[in-house]
């Protein structure tokens, strides 16, 4: 006989996470107009229009509903790319493609980017890091010997630093389109590569952006660009 | 006749100037007693001697305090950087110098370096001097043919990573013989400085560090812990 469950218990879960969501998704909306570091429970709650003691169930305050949003993201950004780039063979052209579209994607919906840009960086947390396909790379990469050999955190943090500020200055001065290759240039020959393997594979065309998904975080932040 | 104006007004803006200043300068003995991320806004308050009313107007959030004490103490230490730094006329030795005192004087007082690492980047004021200052050796050292033809930023990007990586893996104490080494090696290479050139500048024996600033908030914090 099929188990009777009550109900009640699944309709709970899901409002939970519905209203977990929406406050996280309120934080991630106020970022891209204020420092995240403005933000206090007021905003929130008028922004997700929920009353305050909703807000204390679940988060005991700002600083940590940050940390829970930026994981959330990360786990749902990189699973997406991931997902793209997982089957290129050779690790510094999946490097390369990782790279590209993580800065794409948080250009082109810049209500992540504007939120991811401002998480404290370099931090030992790297549960909360939209990078780590690209930091897991760097350490194959240099393990295979394509790059030079140096502790992977320099090498990691070195690319990490330059993307995060590529995007900043792509969100907010809209530089030219090779803007992209340039930083990443730059990045390549401090890993220890040439001039030549630099340009080649930056040259080589890169899938298409993911499509975010309708569900998650992700999905209301596809709902608002559309 | 003078203008008359009310003398509300005016007392009202020069208290708030004296409250800014009195809760920056009780930040060096605050931070010496808990760990950074465990300071709340009552614990300012009572270092201070301040009402929380009163930290309010001068702050939004402890985040945005601990922002504007590191970026202080950051602004202190330019000058012993640059005493030494303007005395290199080759611009990419230069930046390497510069590189490694940063690194060195924030990680000698640990202290300092857990509060540096709270400077708002890449979001933060782009007209911090020290920012400026990376800007304009940045732009010498594209000018003299030392670095790649790049966009200023992306160069300005790769200094600030790689300090912001030196210092927390410092802290970190990931931190082997010649780290600093490898970091400054990379950093020129990354800056497109040919592989000779970045091992012989890294490898220069380094001992011009500059003393500490004696006063100022980093002055404090210095006193607190010798």
New interface residues.
């Given amino acids: 006989m099929l188990k009777i469950q009550d109900h009640r218990i699944r309709v709970a879960a899901s409002r939970r996470e519905e209203m977990q969501n929406s406050l996280m998704f309120s934080l991630l909306a106020l970022a891209s107009e204020v420092?995240?570091?403005?933000i206090?429970v007021d905003d929130i709650i008028k922004h997700a229009e929920v009353s305050r003691g909703s807000f204390y169930k679940y988060f005991p305050s700002?600083?940590a509903l940050i940390p829970a949003l930026a994981n959330q993201l990360a786990h749902e950004l990189t699973a997406e790319i991931d997902a793209i780039t997982h089957q290129i063979p050779s690790t510094a052209n999946r490097l390369v493609v990782n790279a590209k579209l993580t800065m794409r994607s948080l250009a082109k919906h810049k209500i992540l980017g504007n939120f991811l840009?401002?998480l404290?960086?370099?931090?030992?947390n790297t549960e909360f890091n939209v990078f780590t396909n690209i930091s897991s790379d760097i350490e194959l990469g240099i393990k295979e010997g394509l790059f030079?050999k140096?502790?992977a955190?320099?090498?990691c943090?070195?690319l990490?630093?330059?993307l995060?500020?590529?995007i900043?200055?792509i969100l907010n001065k809209s530089?030219s389109t090779s803007?992209e290759n340039?930083?990443l240039?730059?990045?390549l020959?401090?890993?220890?590569l040439d001039a030549k393997t630099a340009d080649e594979l930056l040259k080589i065309p890169s899938p298409a952006l993911p499509v975010l998904p309708t569900t998650g975080l992700l999905g209301k932040v596809a709902a608002l660009d559309n | 006749m003078a203008k008359i104006t009310n003398h509300l007004f005016t007392d009202d803006k020069k208290r708030r100037q004296w409250a800014r200043a009195r809760i920056l300068s009780s930040s060096a003995k605050l931070i010496s007693t808990k760990p950074i991320s465990d300071i709340k806004v009552e614990d300012v308050a009572a270092h201070s001697e301040m009402s929380r009313a009163s930290f309010y107007k001068c702050f939004?959030?402890v985040?945005?305090f601990l922002?504007a004490s590191a970026k202080k103490s950051s602004a202190e230490l330019l000058k012993p950087i640059n005493s030494v730094g303007s005395t290199i006329s080759d611009i990419a030795l230069r930046t390497a110098t510069k590189t490694r005192i940063g690194i060195r004087m924030m990680t000698s007082v640990p202290l300092l370096g857990r509060l540096m690492?709270?400077t708002?980047?890449?979001?933060g004021d782009a007209r911090h001097k020290g920012y400026r200052d990376i800007q304009n050796d940045i732009a010498a050292g594209i000018a003299q043919g030392y670095f790649?033809d790049?966009?200023v930023?992306?160069?300005?990007?790769?200094v600030?990573?790689?300090l912001?990586?030196g210092v927390?893996?410092a802290l970190?104490s990931?931190h082997?013989e010649g780290?600093e080494t490898?970091?400054v090696?990379?950093?020129l290479?990354?800056?497109?400085v040919d592989?000779k050139r970045a091992d012989e500048i890294s490898k220069i024996p380094f001992d011009q560090l500059p003393a500490l600033p004696k006063n100022g908030l980093v002055g404090k914090i210095v006193s607190l812990v010798s």
């Fill in positions: 420092s995240i570091h403005e206090d700002v600083q840009i401002q404290p960086w370099p931090t030992q030079a140096m502790p955190s320099i090498g943090n070195l990490v630093g330059s995060i500020g590529g900043s200055v530089p803007y340039k930083v240039y730059q990045a020959i401090g890993l220890g | 939004r959030s985040e945005d922002n690492l709270k708002e980047w890449p979001f790649t790049m966009p930023e992306i160069g300005v990007n790769l600030i990573s790689a912001r990586v927390q893996d970190n990931n082997t780290y490898e970091i090696y990379t950093l290479l990354s800056l497109g592989s």
